[in-house]
Each structure stands twice: as structure tokens, then as C-alpha cells.
């Protein structure tokens, strides 16, 4: 009955390095695309190609859906006034 226990601990054991080992693999891999400077160097590069695209889209969005765009907008006021507001909470 011990050697039963003893093997089961030991697959165990084994069963439990070898999902660390994939694990570790698995968060390399995954900073690839989410940690990688790819992203922030393709910002850089294409800074123009971005800001038009954004204009772009915000014309369109102005011209189809106007109450969209309201909302977003009034979103965004309520985020600054909550930031402005926590900053001055801090300050006092």
C-alpha cells in the first residue's frame, strides 16, 4: 500500500513540474504579443497613419451615428471629472 502512495507522489510530483515548465513557456510566448515593443515601435513609426485613421473614424462615426459619438463624449467628461476629483481628495 506505501509503494502505491509513493508512486502516486512522485507522478504527482513529476505531473507537477512538467505543467510549471509549460506554464513559464506559455507566458513567454504570451509576451510576445502582449509585452513586446512591436507595438509601441509600430506607434512610433506610423504615428501620422494612426491619428488619421482615428480622424477617420471619428468623421464617419459623427456623419452615421451622432448619439454614439455623444455618448463617448460624455463618458470621457465624466472619466476627467472622477480623476480631477480623486486628485484634489488626495491633495486635501
Known amino acids: 500500500m506505501s509503494k502505491n502512495i509513493n508512486i502516486d507522489i512522485s507522478e504527482l510530483i513529476a505531473e507537477n513540474d512538467r505543467l510549471k515548465k509549460e506554464v513559464i513557456e506559455l507566458k513567454e510566448h504570451l509576451k510576445k504579443y502582449t509585452f513586446g515593443d512591436n507595438h509601441k515601435r509600430y ?10 485613421g482615428g480622424a477617420k473614424y471619428l468623421q464617419k462615426l459623427k456623419e452615421e451615428n451622432p448619439e ?3 455618448e ?9 471629472k472622477l480623476k480631477l476629483m480623486s486628485e484634489q481628495m488626495k491633495q486635501s
Open 72 to 80: 463617448y463624449w460624455r463618458r470621457a467628461y465624466q472619466n476627467r
Open 43 to 52: 506607434y512610433e513609426k506610423n504615428k501620422e497613419k494612426v491619428k488619421e
Open 68 to 70: 454614439k459619438l455623444r
